[in-house]
């Protein structure tokens, strides 16, 4: 979490996300599932959020 000025940054680790990712590819077999859970096993730390900007 950062603030600065008028906006806060907010990010969280994923690697629950991407466990549940993992093993919803290797039980459907979908090609899709499989591409997405590849790409994610190729990061490591990897973080997810959302940026907020105060209304005036």
Request: glycine share 8%.
């Given at each position: 979490m950062s603030l600065a000025g008028n906006q806060l940054t907010l990010t969280f680790d994923i690697s629950k996300l991407m466990t549940i990712v993992d093993?919803?590819?290797?039980?459907?077999?979908?090609?899709?599932?499989?591409?997405?859970?590849?790409?994610?096993?190729?990061?490591?730390?990897?973080?997810a959020g959302f940026k907020l900007k105060k209304a005036k």
């Amino acid at each position: 979490m950062s603030l600065a000025g008028n906006q806060l940054t907010l990010t969280f680790d994923i690697s629950k996300l991407m466990t549940i990712v993992d093993r919803l590819a290797s039980f459907s077999g979908n090609s899709t599932l499989n591409s997405i859970n590849s790409m994610l096993q190729s990061y490591d730390g990897l973080q997810a959020g959302f940026k907020l900007k105060k209304a005036k």
